[in-house]
């Protein structure tokens, strides 16, 4: 790991960068886009119950609070099918409805 975030985005414009890592015995993977957009994918078979589901949503709670920024849940190649929504104003997580995906 490079001693600051920068390094990141440099090394992956180069050669590529994954970072991978477990959140509540599930891997989530990291892929670095840009400075302003960092994406997490996760495999949905390995969240199998509320002890997985409630470490996602501390998860995206830290990482809200941590930078200042919206983070949401999505399906896969899905942007506006937003699921799951951290908003740093309201410094709460909320479930979408269907309705106002």
Not at 1 to 23: C, N, Y
Not at 48 to 54: D, V
Not at 60 to 65: P, S, Y
């Amino acid at each position: 790991m490079p001693d600051k975030a920068e390094g990141i985005f440099t090394e992956a414009r180069q050669h590529g960068a994954l970072l991978s890592f477990k959140v509540s015995g599930a891997h989530v993977n990291c892929h670095f886009f840009g400075h302003d957009e960092i994406e997490f994918d996760l495999d949905p078979r390995e969240v199998t119950g509320p002890a997985q589901l409630e470490g996602f949503e501390r998860f995206m709670g830290l990482l809200g609070r941590t930078t200042g920024k919206s983070v949401v849940m999505t399906m896969e190649n899905m942007r506006e099918s937003v699921i799951l929504r951290y908003a740093p104003d309201a410094q709460q997580l909320e479930w979408v409805a269907s309705s106002e995906k």
